[in-house]
């Protein structure tokens, strides 16, 4: 079919995000973060610009991970439910290609809510500093989005499927974090417990994505010099969904209809 379902699949789910619920999450989103913003600029004791910056830039980046991830879980067991998934893979076509139509997609509307993102802190952030942030933004979603997809075709139930993405996303803005903790002189320790934590914690590190490194709120205050991060922060949002890609291909291809 030469990719024809793949293109289907696509068109379908981006159709079914503008006609559902999405517009109005994002809308919702966007606005409470902009009035939560406002009340903790009025707090703020000093820098009270920076501070609503810093809080707007932490609140879309929290808002649209979870408006995206709700959107691929509830899409894909939606179509579960209404037996549309059977019905692609009956067709003489790859299982792939309804995986690669949802992924594709999810990667549009990863660019899209990024580049709103982006829009909105363009009314009190400078250019240099919101086109960084919103392009690692779109790459951090694009990932929690392939997370999703992986866990709602495995583990097929909304509820455990949201909570398997949100676990995913707090793990990998904080592994930074807990693997800097765990080397530092103040841990060491010749007990056993304090050798097994840290090896679990190292082999978190090198399993999931460092997100912490992505979308962070203090560039939009003290913008990157050039942005050289940019190709490692790329490369590794595209080994990890490669990784996560092949995982959830393996499960759909062992899946009886």
Same mark, same amino acid.
């Given at each position: 079919?030469?990719?024809?379902?793949?293109? *289907?699949?696509?068109?379908?789910?981006?159709?079914?995000?503008?006609?559902?619920?999405?517009?109005?999450?994002? /809308?919702?989103?966007?606005?409470?973060?902009?009035?939560?913003?406002? +009340?903790?600029? &009025?707090?703020?004791?000093? %820098?009270?610009?920076?501070?609503?910056?810093? #809080?707007? !830039?932490?609140?879309?980046?929290?808002?649209?991970?979870?408006?995206?991830?709700?959107?691929?879980?509830?899409? @894909?067991?939606?179509?579960?439910?209404?037996?549309?998934?059977?019905?692609?893979?009956?067709?003489?076509?790859?299982?792939?290609?309804?995986?690669? !139509?949802? #992924? /594709?997609? *999810?990667?549009?509307?990863?660019? @899209?809510?990024?580049?709103?993102?982006?829009? *909105?802190?363009?009314?009190? /952030?400078?250019?240099?500093?919101?086109?960084?942030?919103? &392009?690692?933004?779109?790459?951090?979603?694009?990932?929690?989005?392939?997370? !999703?997809?992986?866990?709602?075709?495995?583990?097929?139930?909304?509820?455990?499927?949201?909570?398997?993405?949100?676990?995913?996303?707090?793990?990998?803005?904080? +592994? !930074?974090? #807990?693997?800097?903790?765990? %080397?530092?002189? #103040?841990? %060491?320790?010749?007990?056993?417990?304090?050798?097994?934590?840290?090896?679990?914690?190292?082999?978190?590190?090198?399993?999931?994505?460092?997100?912490?490194?992505?979308?962070?709120?203090?560039?939009?205050?003290?913008?990157?010099?050039?942005?050289?991060?940019?190709?490692?922060?790329?490369?590794? /949002?595209?080994?990890?969904?490669?990784?996560?890609?092949?995982?959830?291909?393996?499960?759909?291809?062992?899946?009886?209809?």
């Amino acid at each position: 079919m030469g990719g024809r379902v793949l293109r *289907c699949v696509a068109f379908y789910t981006l159709l079914e995000a503008w006609r559902g619920r999405l517009p109005v999450l994002v /809308a919702v989103s966007l606005g409470v973060a902009f009035a939560l913003s406002a +009340i903790g600029e &009025a707090m703020a004791t000093g %820098e009270a610009l920076s501070t609503r910056i810093l #809080l707007l !830039g932490a609140m879309l980046r929290a808002f649209m991970v979870l408006t995206l991830a709700f959107f691929v879980v509830t899409s @894909v067991v939606r179509e579960e439910n209404d037996r549309v998934v059977e019905m692609v893979f009956s067709q003489a076509c790859p299982r792939s290609d309804y995986y690669f !139509g949802k #992924l /594709a997609a *999810c990667a549009a509307l990863a660019v @899209v809510l990024a580049g709103l993102c982006g829009l *909105c802190l363009l009314v009190h /952030a400078p250019m240099r500093a919101v086109a960084p942030w919103a &392009a690692s933004l779109s790459l951090e979603l694009w990932m929690v989005s392939a997370a !999703g997809l992986f866990c709602v075709l495995t583990l097929r139930h909304a509820l455990s499927a949201l909570l398997a993405v949100l676990a995913f996303y707090v793990l990998g803005r904080s +592994i !930074g974090a #807990l693997r800097r903790l765990s %080397e530092s002189p #103040l841990t %060491e320790s010749a007990d056993w417990m304090e050798y097994t934590v840290d090896a679990f914690v190292t082999f978190l590190y090198y399993l999931l994505p460092d997100l912490g490194r992505y979308a962070s709120a203090d560039w939009l205050v003290y913008p990157p010099d050039g942005f050289a991060e940019a190709p490692s922060l790329a490369v590794q /949002a595209a080994i990890w969904v490669a990784l996560v890609s092949g995982a959830a291909l393996f499960d759909l291809y062992r899946r009886n209809l």
